[in-house]
């Protein structure tokens, strides 16, 4: 039993390598959250939608070109 709480404080006490999450995981997060709001900003910016609550009246078709 004394063996096993040895290992157990030798690994404890051991200096951690950083790993990919622990170097780059904030960055990665920051860009994911960068993309997403860039993406969905131009995508809600284009669309021709007058925003409300209901579209009745609002919304009318397109001119159809041939």
């Not at 170097?23 to 409300?52: H, P």
């Amino acid at each position: 039993a004394r063996g096993i709480q040895h290992t157990a404080v030798r690994q404890a006490h051991r200096k951690h390598e950083p790993n990919f999450h622990d170097k780059y995981g904030a960055i990665v997060l920051l860009g994911g959250a960068a993309m997403f709001t860039t993406v969905w900003s131009y995508v809600l910016t284009q669309l021709n939608m007058e925003w409300g609550f209901s579209p009745i009246g609002r919304i009318t078709p397109r001119e159809w070109r041939e």
